[in-house]
């Protein structure tokens, strides 16, 4: 597997829940930190969270705080990301991503992307 692999999304109610996932190859899951992005109609590509790549160290951006969960299966050479209290604010595509480093600010340096899972939360 040369590539990285998202699926879980859909359309949701506010307030409802939907879970990510993203197969990556088994080089790329264990070589680099792994995360996801997204992107919003109108609105640039931004970090949503990342996990460090021993798997122990979660990063999230501001506003899914407390929302949002990541988490990853080594097994499967996959990480999830758990959508809860959803908003239409998270409408966007989102991306799995593989890198040096993934959500760490200004250094970030993504290697991989995939192409992206689309998530509609309708009021």
């Known amino acids: 597997q040369e590539h990285l692999a998202e699926s879980g999304g859909g359309s949701v109610q506010v307030g409802g829940s939907l879970r990510l996932s993203c197969v990556a190859s088994?080089?790329?899951?264990?070589?680099?930190?792994m995360g996801w992005f997204r992107q919003a109609p109108g609105k640039e590509r931004e970090f949503v969270a990342s996990?460090?790549?021993?798997?122990?160290?979660?990063f999230f951006e501001d506003s899914v705080k407390g929302r949002f969960f990541i988490s990853r299966d080594s097994a499967k050479s996959t990480i999830y990301l758990q959508m809860d209290k959803l908003t239409p604010e998270d409408t966007a595509v989102y991306y799995c991503?593989?890198?040096?480093?993934?959500?760490?600010?200004?250094?970030?340096?993504?290697?991989?992307w995939g192409q992206g899972t689309q998530v509609t939360v309708s009021s």
């Open positions: 088994r080089d790329i899951f264990t070589e680099y930190m």
């Open positions: 996990l460090s790549k021993t798997g122990n160290t979660p």
């Open positions: 991503a593989a890198g040096p480093a993934v959500g760490r600010g200004l250094a970030d340096i993504v290697t991989f």
